[in-house]
């Protein structure tokens, strides 16, 4: 494994609860690996939601961070740390037109009517526009976790929704994200485009990439990894997830 020069790991789940920060334990873990590896970090979160989650508890100095890069929205936009300007800077971003954002949003709203199911109870936004993304998060963006795990624990009420969508977006991308959402970007953003992107940024091949997730079964939102030749590794949370990456210390 020490091989490996690049470490992608997926966010909810994998290096974090779902929505949570990360520990400090976790940050320690990270700041070490940064020192022999790359770790590219995945998800269908928001940069703000990055932000939040996992840089606002990330405690390393500052010269580590070029070795971190950041893939929001499923790897339709990456940010990596700029040494001039002392910030994270955009290194591409694949924004959707506002016609095809709209065209999700109102097939998103016509799939909750459709579906029969009751939203009227959620915590924060159900649609949010994330530019090179659109997530529906059944019970809103901000609901507790435990109440997220419960929702939906065997994916059968958004694997119907997605049958509604597909119905009416099918020229999109539709998956799983989370515990309660469905993210649509277009067609081919997922994380097997992310791996070509890691590849094209870093000048590495796939041989030299190991990709750590929670959700490597069949409809997952990490599954789509398995159709690049990178090895995996199938993690059951974050505590597992510390764990292997001490070994690459």
């Given amino acids: 494994m020490e091989q490996k020069k690049v470490i992608v790991c997926d966010l909810d ?7 949570g920060a990360i520990t400090q334990s976790m940050s320690d873990v990270i700041c070490r690996l940064l020192s022999r590896h790359y770790l590219a970090v995945v998800s269908g979160g928001a940069y703000e939601q990055f932000q939040k989650q996992f840089l606002s508890n990330l405690s390393c100095p500052e010269e580590k961070l070029a070795n971190l890069f950041l893939f929001p929205t499923m790897g339709s936009a990456c940010y990596g740390f700029d040494q001039g300007i002392k910030d994270w800077k955009l ?23 459709e579906s029969g199911l009751n939203f009227s109870e959620h915590y924060g936004e ?35 929704l997605m049958a509604i969508l597909n119905k009416k977006i099918s020229e999109f991308e539709i998956r799983t994200g989370g515990a309660t959402s469905i993210d649509v970007t277009r067609k081919g953003i997922d994380k097997a485009y992310t791996i070509e992107k890691i590849k094209e940024i870093l000048h590495v091949s796939e041989k030299d990439i190991i990709f750590v997730g929670d959700a490597l079964y069949k409809g997952g939102n990490d599954a789509t990894v398995k159709k690049t030749d990178v090895d995996f590794i199938q993690e059951g949370g974050p505590e597992e997830t510390e764990e292997l990456l001490r070994q690459y210390i």
Wanted: proline content about 3%; cysteine-free; aromatic content about 4%.
């Fill in 13 to 19: 789940g994998t290096l974090a609860e779902s929505k």
């Fill in 91 to 113: 290194l591409y971003s694949e924004v959707m037109t506002d016609a095809e954002r709209e065209k999700i949003i109102t097939a998103m709203k016509e799939m909750m009517v």
């Fill in 126 to 160: 159900i649609i949010e526009d994330r530019g090179s993304q659109v997530t529906f998060s059944s019970l809103g963006q901000n609901a507790p976790l435990e109440v997220k795990k419960n929702w939906d624990p065997d994916r059968s009420k958004r694997v119907a």
